[in-house]
């Protein structure tokens, strides 16, 4: 039987087949749709949202040492934060297989950068698989648990965004059932003390020396042979780039990206005139293989090391390269054209919050959620982000620095502060900051798509459970003063910020709009401009909101007034209270008023 | 359409929320169904944020790469005027870009310093030829849905792909929510009525 899955989806069927018992993760653009399918498709497995990426990792550590089949999924800057754990765990090993997701955002299609997870598995040194299509992916997952129960490691497989998001025909297979030994008090084994641990680093290097030997033989590692004497090493996505815009070339497919199988690339390197590696970001396999003697081996410096990948960007590189003698393509020129950026919704809570923060012209430190997109235009009030949970840390540094005048604020949503804020307001608390910490509470995960959290009273396998109540928390870690506002309530909004800045000490404000788009679609009466009483002052505009725009009528200075898409409006009533000749009414308070 | 020979690709094109990942995946599911392999692929995340989301299709006997090489989409379909303007250069020589009336002007667009173009399809046709312009936005109007644009302007490249309306039917029960079925269904017929004529 044969199913179009996405390479995500594939993955989840993939633990279902290999008889996984528990998956942890935390949701992050690419790899969110891997537990919802899970959750969605196959209940026999565990499945939960975990606070943040390094919990997951651990609840799944603790799932393997308990004999369940176990996987861990993040995209590649949760890895991040999983690395404490991580690193450890390669010494301990596993009892029953573990799988570690990392998926991996080349040209940060919806990342803070690109980072090259393909080093972090060589760094702790674990294997990892490079699935490049949605077979592999569901393939790769049951070979990558064998692998990590024969060789008692834990497995990566390294996932890209193209990966992750392309679909494509997948044949599945039967499920299988795999029991392994309950927990082992093998402290010597788990106990990660120094006395312990000096043993597990030798063990580690041990399985890594067989850990060599095997790959050597796996057909994971794959020669493909034309008779060309051009050879192109390749894995992951950009194998089917250069197999499209190629096909007559010698190709070695890397399945298995570490350890490398240095001696069967030998022997490949030495049948060809010329070798060219094809990989996006890092020279990753390009260093190691060159490092083990191969010097004549060339690639990024064709490929380049940012952005993704494209069947055009391959096929100029083994031009470049003299490999092949034309590119068969058009040019690639982007389209000169208006930018279409990503923007709050129509009727999102954090609109208000933004005006204000605007009106107001305060410092803030920002992080990740969709509230980053009140950096920009022409909301434009956000001025940093760096990782999960880094806005507190970052607006104490400052102030530290600068002193309080400055009026600094952090803001982070609900799922970002209980990932990683708590111990940025204990800090701020502990260390007497004078900052303003706004949590912007919308009841969801929004930006990856809208996923429970521990503050939204369900499980990712949709059951009941306590919910984190942020002012009750705030205030037990110490925090001043701790108030609760309507973001869509222009003044008084501004009036709780304005307060709580100038206060002195850590003050905490907590957002109360759920999120427009989910869990429910929210959608009141829409509004209307009144083109009589509009003067075109521009207000709204402001706002940034997709729903308000230029009508055809102009003012007396040529300035178009406003224009409501009945379609799009929500009825937040947001533009209603900015507009200041009452312009912006519901049509049947409009006939009534006249 | 000669499968055997050649790869279909179908390069789709819109704007967050117009249901442009509904149509990709239709399309990818008839030609499925039709027996034939298939590659999808678009990036989610921004996809209900207003942002610019483009999909591929690429159908054939053995497809490698899921994104389709710039220069050589055989089909677009564009939701959007302005959005097919973005989208024409990916178009193959002899291509079809199938647009639809739909117009929305994103909010940077109030603020004068990047314009939306007063008539998008007219400066598509001074591009190409080969432009089908489609009053998609009516025509869902007229049915009472604007979301069913993406289904119109499939069914407008339907006879273009070559498979039979009865798997393009079968693909939409399966994967339509089914209180929306039989509007789609609607839409799908009086739409492929129009490139008949």
Same mark, same amino acid.
């Given at each position: 039987m044969t199913r179009l899955l996405s390479g995500n989806e594939a993955v989840a069927r993939g633990a279902f087949e290999a008889g996984v018992k528990l998956a942890a993760a935390y949701p992050g653009t690419p790899s969110t749709e891997i537990l919802e399918t899970i959750a969605d498709e196959y209940k026999s497995i565990y499945a939960e949202w975990s606070p943040n990426e390094k919990v997951a990792f651990e609840v799944g550590v603790g799932a393997s040492l308990g004999g369940g089949r176990t996987l861990v999924a993040m995209k590649h800057v949760g890895v991040n934060v999983a690395a404490d754990p991580l690193m450890t765990f390669a010494y301990t090993g596993v009892n029953a297989g573990f799988v570690l997701i990392s998926a991996d955002d080349p040209e940060m299609h919806s990342s803070q950068n690109e980072q090259d997870n393909r080093i972090f598995a060589k760094f702790a040194q674990i294997p990892f698989l490079e699935p490049s299509d949605s077979q592999e992916a569901k393939d790769f997952i049951r070979i990558g648990l064998d692998i990590s129960e024969e060789f008692d490691i834990p497995v990566m497989v390294r996932m890209t965004t193209r990966v992750s998001h392309s679909k494509g025909v997948v044949e599945l297979g039967e499920p299988v059932t795999v029991e392994k030994d309950q927990f082992d008090r093998n402290v010597r084994k788990y106990v990660m003390v120094p006395g312990h641990a000096k043993l597990r680093h030798t063990s580690l290097l041990e399985r890594q020396a067989r850990l060599a030997e095997y790959v050597e033989k796996s057909p994971l590692n794959r020669i493909e042979e034309n008779g060309s004497k051009v050879g192109i090493i390749t894995g992951g996505i950009s194998y089917q780039y250069v197999k499209e815009v190629a096909p007559d070339l010698d190709v070695f497919k $890397? @399945? $298995? @990206?570490? =350890?490398? =199988?240095l001696k069967k690339i030998k022997e490949f390197v030495d049948r060809h005139e010329k070798i060219l590696v094809v990989e996006e970001l890092e020279p990753y396999y390009e260093e190691i293989i060159r490092a083990a003697g191969m010097i004549s081996v060339e690639g990024k410096k064709y490929t380049g090391r940012e952005g993704e990948l494209s069947p055009y960007r391959v096929a100029t590189s083994l031009a470049k390269a003299g490999v092949v003698n034309k590119v068969d393509l058009a040019d690639y020129k982007p389209a000169q054209l208006f930018p279409r950026p990503p923007v709050l919704c129509p009727g999102c809570p954090h609109r208000g919050l933004f005006a204000v923060l605007k009106k107001l012209r305060l410092t803030v430190t920002g992080d990740i959620g969709c509230y980053t997109l009140g950096t920009l235009d022409p909301l434009q009030s956000l001025h940093t982000c760096i990782c999960m949970g880094a806005s507190i840390g970052n607006a104490i540094g400052m102030e530290k620095v600068n002193g309080s005048k400055q009026g600094i604020v952090a803001i982070l949503g609900d799922s970002t502060f209980l990932h990683s804020g708590i111990t940025g307001l204990l800090d701020a608390v502990y260390n007497r900051a004078n900052i303003t910490i706004i949590i912007a509470d919308n009841r969801i995960t929004a930006m990856t798509g809208g996923q429970q959290n521990p503050a939204t009273g369900y499980t990712l396998m949709g059951k009941p459970t306590r919910e984190v109540d942020f002012v009750k928390l705030a205030e037990a870690l110490g925090a001043e003063s701790v108030r609760s506002v309507d973001p869509l309530n222009y003044e008084e909004t501004q009036k709780v910020i304005k307060e709580e800045v100038e206060r002195p000490g850590v003050s905490v404000v907590v957002t109360n709009r759920p999120c427009v788009l989910m869990p429910k679609r929210i959608m009141d009466t829409p509004y209307e401009v009144d083109l009589e009483l509009c003067n075109g002052c521009s207000l709204c505009f402001r706002l940034g909101c997709p729903a308000i725009m230029p009508s055809k009528e102009l003012n007396k200075r040529g300035k178009p007034k406003a224009e409501i898409d009945a379609t799009l409006c929500t009825g937040c009533t947001l533009c209603a209270q900015v507009c200041k000749p009452e312009a912006i009414v519901i049509k049947e308070t409009a006939g009534a008023a006249k | 359409m000669d499968y055997e020979n050649k790869t279909l690709n179908i390069l789709i094109v819109g704007v967050g929320g117009q249901g442009v990942l509904l149509a990709s995946e239709l399309l990818s599911e008839v030609a499925m169904a039709s027996g034939l392999d298939v590659k999808k692929s678009e990036v989610h995340g921004m996809s209900q944020r207003g942002g610019v989301v483009s999909s591929h299709v690429r159908i054939g006997k053995k497809v490698y790469s899921p994104i389709i090489p710039f220069g050589q989409a055989d089909i677009i379909l564009s939701f959007e005027q302005a959005e097919a303007l973005r989208a024409v250069d990916w178009l193959a020589p002899d291509g079809k870009i199938i647009v639809s009336s739909t117009r929305l002007v994103p909010p940077i667009a109030n603020f004068g310093e990047v314009k939306y173009p007063d008539d998008p399809i007219a400066e598509l046709k001074k591009r190409t030829a080969n432009v089908i312009d489609v009053d998609a936005d009516k025509m869902a109007r007229d049915l009472g849905n604007i979301r069913l644009v993406n289904t119109i302007l499939l069914a407008v490249a339907s006879p273009y792909t070559g498979f039979e309306p009865s798997v393009w039917e079968a693909a939409i029960k399966k994967l339509v929510k089914p209180k929306f079925v039989d509007i789609n269904l609607e839409a799908f017929t009086q739409a492929s009525a129009l490139t008949i004529n």
């Open positions: $890397i @399945g $298995i @990206g570490f =350890p490398l =199988p | -």
